[in-house]
């Protein structure tokens, strides 16, 4: 509890920071400073969080969560490193007031940078200071505020339960607010769906400045916000999420075939079962162009099989030998181990030797220049089309590979009006397109993305059209950007992102944002005037 005196101290000293951060800055940034002034509470004063480029913090602020060095970063006005849900009020309401745009920023891991980014003037909302966690394993249900980690909630509810987890990404420092919004995946979702599939009520704040929950906010917002990206309608501020049950024993493995071990038969038949496994299992595909086994031999293709499978071995072999012997899986290649172990796997790091409470650290141990793109598969590629494809992968001089995911199982029963996330029946695989480098500069940038996107133009006879589907966290600005926030610009993406659901997520927008403030290059717009 605040004294009075010391609530006078604290509205004197948020006074004074404020009036130092304006004496260095434009009348933008002026009357944003000042706006966020007025709507500071005495007990949660917003100058804790607010940065300027006076302030010493400022750019190891902004760096923290850059996740892609390729993006060129310019500068934010200001920074708000929300504390309170009040800042985050704040921020909404004298961005609107002001015609600022904000950037809501997580994790940091949209791939092209657009939560942290922009050509136009804007501030940063910064969410990675509320990141509490409360489990409760009676219900199996937690509240997780946006700014928590995927690493982070893992961990909290394996501190709880043996027999609990939750079915996201395998990146552990993704930021919630965003993972779960874009419709983030990882290795249960052929058991358990997705993360919005898991999602029973969130808080927001809207384009008001309200604190919402589903009840309030209703069902057409709280459907959009679920692989729609929250980012076009509101802030989110935390989810509640339904917990699955993970068995005591789980068990992975990680097989590699080459061209010359008859890797091309493994992945043709792989592409007829993946998505009709047993629910259990989830076997992830990569490729990538390796030199060969011997001195001047020219570079082949290595595929890596990873697996998730949610029992023990002794079930796990007989399901293989039936649906994929050609891969020859025996029981030296697998592991038996705890669910929250499985994530270390999935990491490469060794397991039991590595502790759980790497998962607590949400800066990456080394950042690098990428670009993202994906893609969705319907019908099996031919033994001819496989073929095509890698003498595609091996021409590339460039660090550039695929990783195939797995549909079916529960993706196939949702449907694809559940929520805004489209993409379920009927896929066999979704493809990631990955290009990873250290160095930096125009012509090494141009050579990656340059081969990134030819592997991507070769791709086209076999994968998805009318439209040419696309994954919302895979964020990927080459399909299309909206510079004028029309209906037309937005239609152009969306529909590879949203499908039929593009419509309904554009009337919900014109219902909570009809004046458009929540947009940013791939926003979803208001319906056409």
């Known amino acids: 509890m605040h004294s009075s005196a010391s609530i006078v101290n604290l509205?004197?000293?948020s006074i004074l920071i404020i009036s130092a951060a304006l004496a260095n800055s434009t009348p933008l940034q002026d009357n944003f400073l000042?706006?966020?002034?007025?709507?500071?509470?005495?007990?949660?004063?917003?100058?804790?969080?607010?940065?300027?480029?006076t302030n010493s913090s400022f750019s190891s602020v902004l760096q923290s969560y850059i996740r892609n060095l390729r993006i060129a970063t310019p500068n934010p006005l200001v920074i708000i490193a929300a504390k309170h849900e009040s800042h985050v009020q704040a921020t909404v309401i004298c961005s609107k007031s002001l015609g600022l745009q904000i950037r809501i920023r997580s994790g940091g891991h949209d791939y092209d940078g657009l939560s942290y980014a922009s050509n136009i003037p804007f501030v940063i909302l910064d969410m990675f200071n509320l990141r509490s966690i409360n489990i409760n394993v009676s219900d199996e249900s937690a509240w997780v505020q946006a700014g928590a980690s995927i690493g982070e909630v893992y961990y909290r509810i394996a501190e709880k339960s043996k027999v609990h987890g939750f079915p996201a990404g395998v990146c552990p420092t993704l930021g919630v607010g965003g993972h779960i919004t874009g419709g983030g995946y990882g290795n249960m979702m052929r058991k358990y769906g997705l993360s919005v599939d898991?999602?029973?009520?969130?808080?927001?704040?809207?384009?008001?400045?309200?604190?919402?929950?589903?009840?309030s906010m209703g069902e057409d917002l709280f459907w959009a916000i679920r692989g729609g990206g929250a980012a076009s309608f509101c802030v989110i501020l935390s989810w509640k999420i339904k917990l699955v049950a993970v068995p005591e024993t789980v068990t992975v493995f990680e097989v590699e075939r080459t061209l010359e071990q008859g890797a091309i038969d493994v992945v043709w038949k792989w592409q007829q079962v993946a998505d009709k496994l047993d629910e259990d299992l989830f076997i992830r595909l990569l490729f990538k162009p390796v030199k060969g086994d011997k001195e001047g031999d020219q570079k082949t293709i290595k595929a890596s099989f990873v697996a998730m499978f949610l029992g023990e071995t002794k079930r796990l072999l007989p399901l293989m030998n039936e649906s994929l012997p050609e891969l020859g899986l025996q029981e030296k290649d697998c592991v038996q181990m705890r669910w929250i172990d499985s994530v270390l796997f999935w990491l490469h790091l060794p397991v039991p030797s590595t502790p759980t409470e790497v998962l607590l650290q949400r800066i990456p141990k080394s950042e690098s220049y990428l670009k993202r793109k994906s893609d969705y598969v319907q019908e099996p590629i031919s033994r001819t089309g496989l073929e095509s494809i890698w003498k595609v992968l091996t021409d590339i001089n460039e660090d550039v590979g695929m990783t195939w995911n797995p549909y079916g199982g529960k993706m196939s029963k949702i449907p694809e009006t559940e929520t805004a996330f489209p993409h379920r029946a009927g896929n066999i695989f979704k493809i990631q397109y990955s290009a990873n480098w250290k160095q930096g500069g125009v012509e090494t940038t141009n050579r990656y993305l340059n081969s990134t996107r030819s592997l991507y133009e070769a791709m086209t006879p076999y994968v998805s059209k009318n439209p040419r589907e696309a994954f919302l966290n895979y964020r990927d600005i080459d399909i299309g950007s909206n510079s004028k926030g029309t209906y037309q610009e937005g239609r152009i993406y969306g529909i590879k992102y949203f499908k039929n659901n593009f419509d309904r997520l554009v009337r919900v927008k014109t219902m909570f944002d009809p004046d458009n403030f929540f947009q940013y290059e791939q926003s979803i717009p208001t319906s056409p005037s």
Request: proline share 2%; aromatic share 4%; with cysteine.
């Open 11 to 13: 509205c004197l000293l």
């Open 34 to 53: 000042q706006c966020l002034s007025n709507h500071s509470q005495s007990a949660n004063p917003i100058y804790e969080a607010v940065y300027t480029s």
């Open 198 to 215: 898991n999602v029973v009520d969130a808080q927001v704040v809207d384009v008001k400045g309200r604190i919402l929950d589903r009840k």
